[in-house]
């Protein structure tokens, strides 16, 4: 093998190594990811979330809180503040969720109360199952 076809050879095994290892994390990034979330179902007994108290939960890989209001019963929303990711605590004492990193607040319906996230937080899927809360 001659030298200008090995340095050719070796460009183009280079250069494609570098066009994948730029181009396919870019991809990853713009395709949405409702094709790999995997949907599953987290069961929680009522018995564990009495009125006026929260239980933390895990709900596809995303930190979650189940909330047990007096008036309007169970809900459900992610932990994930819609500002940078932070995870947000439920503050039973002043019925809202606070995040401690940039102060956002939020009120029990997930909406945005005061500081920077700029949309509410998500709300999950949940229906009551006989003695059990369904989420998913």
Avoid: W
């Amino acid at each position: 093998m001659k030298r200008r076809k090995f340095f050719k050879l070796l460009l183009s095994l280079l250069g494609s190594t570098a066009f994948i290892s730029f181009f396919y994390p870019l991809l990853r990034f713009l395709a949405p990811p409702g094709s790999e979330a995997n949907v599953g179902k987290v069961i929680v007994p009522k018995a564990e979330v009495p009125i006026g108290s929260a239980r933390s939960i895990v709900f596809n890989n995303m930190p979650a809180v189940v909330i047990n209001r007096k008036d309007k019963g169970f809900t459900a929303f992610s932990k994930v503040c819609t500002h940078l990711g932070c995870l947000v605590e439920y503050q039973a004492g002043k019925n809202i969720m606070l995040c401690p990193c940039h102060a956002g607040t939020f009120d029990l319906d997930g909406n945005v109360v005061s500081g920077p996230p700029p949309k509410p937080l998500q709300r999950l899927p949940l229906r009551v199952e006989g003695e059990n809360i369904v989420i998913g």
